[in-house]
Antibody
Framework: QAQLVESGGDVVQPGRSLRLSCAAS????????IHWVRQAPGKGLEWVAV????????YYADSVKGRFTISRDNFKNTVFLQMNSLRPDDTAVYYC??????????WGQGTLVTVSS | DIQMTQSPSTLSVSVGDRVTITCRAS??????LAWYQQKPGKAPNLLIY???NLESGVSSRFSGSGSGTEFTLTITSVQPGDCATYYC?????????FGQGTKLEIK
């Protein structure tokens, strides 16, 4: 059974950096692209970034372009989201999700990032 | 960027009612549309993909239809466990956008 588990969420000050991890199991990790999606408190879902299965292509939402970097280690079945120059409006639960030939499935349980002084 | 507009934003219905949620895309996305259910404090769960295909394990009370720019999610005979927020999402090429969500409440 495919499963994703996020970690790394924390409380950080504006302008600081944080790296999130997403550990995968139960499927052939190197076959699938992985997304990051976030949800601010009480708000809807916002797609953040995606990395292709082989790590050669990456795409970002305009709101994080130039500040966030997605990467993956196919030997460790893990995807990372490096978040720099964090702002209060980056406060959200961050989910990773498998790109299942179109829709996102499954999703991890999420990890909370709070940007506050 | 492709914008997704859901309506209504909230729905208050009785157990057993039939519910329809609409999602409109700002441009043609063919059938590259999914519907998700999200309960409070939980991750979204895939219900429908490619506009009308029911995800394995999801109740047949859920169905999806549409193509191009207009899509619907229908829930027949709403049950208390269907209380959740429902999101549509387009996945056309490397572009991924969610609707703003529809919160379903039981009277």
């Amino acid at each position: 059974q495919a499963q994703l588990v996020e970690s790394g969420g924390d409380v950080v000050q504006p302008g600081r950096s944080l790296r999130l991890s997403c550990a995968a199991s139960g499927f052939i990790f190197s076959n699938d692209a992985i997304h990051w999606v976030r949800q601010a408190p009480g708000k809807g879902l916002e797609w953040v970034a995606v990395m292709s299965s082989d790590g050669t292509n990456e795409y970002y939402a305009d709101s994080v372009k130039g500040r966030f970097t997605i990467s993956r280690d196919n030997f460790k079945n893990t995807v990372f989201l490096q978040m720099n120059s964090l702002r209060p409006d980056d406060t959200a639960v961050y989910y990773c999700a498998r790109y299942n030939s179109g829709p996102f499935d499954p999703w991890g349980q999420g990890t909370l990032v709070t940007v506050s002084s | 960027d492709i914008q997704m507009t859901q309506s209504p934003s909230t729905l208050s219905v009785s157990v057993g009612d039939r519910v329809t949620i609409t999602c409109r895309a700002s441009q043609n996305i063919n059938s590259w549309l999914a519907w998700y259910q999200q309960k409070p404090g939980k991750a979204p769960n895939l219900l429908i993909y490619d506009a009308s295909n029911l995800e394995s394990g999801v109740s047949s009370r859920f169905s999806g239809s549409g193509s191009g720019t207009e899509f619907t999610l229908t829930i027949t005979s709403v049950q208390p466990g269907d209380c959740a927020t429902y999101y549509c999402q387009q996945y056309n090429r490397y572009s991924f956008t969610f609707g703003q969500g529809t919160k379903l409440e039981i009277k």
